[in-house]
Nanobody, 125 residues
Framework: QVQLVESGGGLVQAGGSLRLSCAAS????????MGWFRQAPGQERDFVAT????????DYADSVKGRFTISRDNAKSTVYLQMNSLKPEDTAVYYC??????????????????WGRGTQVTVSS
């Protein structure tokens, strides 16, 4: 099984930046499609970003496009989410997820097999 651990969350002012990290266990990290999702209190878990196994292809939710960047370092078995120009609406618990079957990126949380415990991001106005 795959274990994922997020870090890097915190409290920032609107317009600020944060970089989230997700460290994965196992030697087959480069075979996983990776994704980021977020969940605000009382809300459903929403898609944020996803990246192909090689890192050559990405997809973003419209709400974060142009502000967030997903990247990965397969040598370190780590995926990142650089968040710039943060807005109060970005406040949520952010989760990383691994899709171990198939090579296609996905916006659907149901297609991801493993999940981290999440890290809190709070953006004040």
């Amino acid at each position: 099984q795959v274990q994922l651990v997020e870090s890097g969350g915190g409290l920032v002012q609107a317009g600020g930046s944060l970089r989230l990290s997700c460290a994965a266990s196992g030697r087959t990290f480069s075979n996983y499609v990776m994704g980021w999702f977020r969940q605000a209190p009382g809300q459903e878990r929403d898609f944020v970003a996803t990246m192909s196994r090689s890192g050559s292809s990405t997809d973003y939710a419209d709400s974060v496009k142009g502000r967030f960047t997903i990247s990965r370092d397969n040598a370190k078995s780590t995926v990142y989410l650089q968040m710039n120009s943060l807005k109060p609406e970005d406040t949520a618990v952010y989760y990383c997820a691994a899709k171990t079957l198939g090579l296609l990126k996905s916006r659907s949380s149901g297609n991801y097999d493993y999940w981290g415990r999440g890290t809190q991001v709070t953006v004040s106005s």
